[in-house]
């Protein structure tokens, strides 16, 4: 439940920030979900092509998104893990790419579901408690990073 919690807080954080005309509907939509008695953690919404091609993600955001990235590829090279330091990193680029939300209609909606989960992901991270567990969260770490770069550009 508090995870639900937290989801629809940055949930309303990014869409207040983002000024996204469609923040009603995708309010209510959590709204809904906070309501509904199982979890959705697993069942996060499908993310669509843009008519066969990756969405164009704004210049001012993907340059945070990338730095997360390289973050990521770094990391997983480096002998020494220090999986807080990586996830503090994580954190202050997921809020840097939060203010600088400028993408309005269907891309903006289709990087909401990427986005929700990432940052779910890294807070993961930054709760775990052994290597053993971040290593796990890291790895979905990286596999969203390839889900990124599948529908987003």
């Not at 709204?31 to 979890?39: S, Y």
């Not at 790419?97 to 940052?119: F, Q, R, V």
């Amino acid at each position: 439940m508090n995870k639900l919690i937290l989801t629809f807080a940055v949930g309303s954080l990014l869409l207040y920030s983002c000024g996204n005309s469609s923040n009603e509907k995708l309010n209510n939509q959590t709204e809904v979900a906070e309501h509904n008695d199982h979890h959705h953690d697993d069942e996060s919404e499908a993310i669509e092509l843009n008519n066969g091609e990756k969405w164009q993600v704004d210049a001012n955001m993907i340059t945070h998104i990338r730095n997360m990235e390289n973050d990521v590829v770094s990391y997983a090279k480096v002998e020494q893990k220090d999986y807080k330091s990586l996830s503090e990193k994580l954190q202050s680029n997921i809020d840097l790419l939060i203010s600088n939300c400028t993408m309005k209609g269907k891309a903006h909606d289709e990087l909401h579901k990427w986005l929700l989960p990432y940052i779910d992901l890294v807070k993961e991270l930054s709760e775990a408690k052994d290597e053993t567990e971040a290593s796990k969260h890291f790895e979905n770490i990286q596999i969203s990073f390839t889900t990124f770069n599948q529908y987003f550009q």
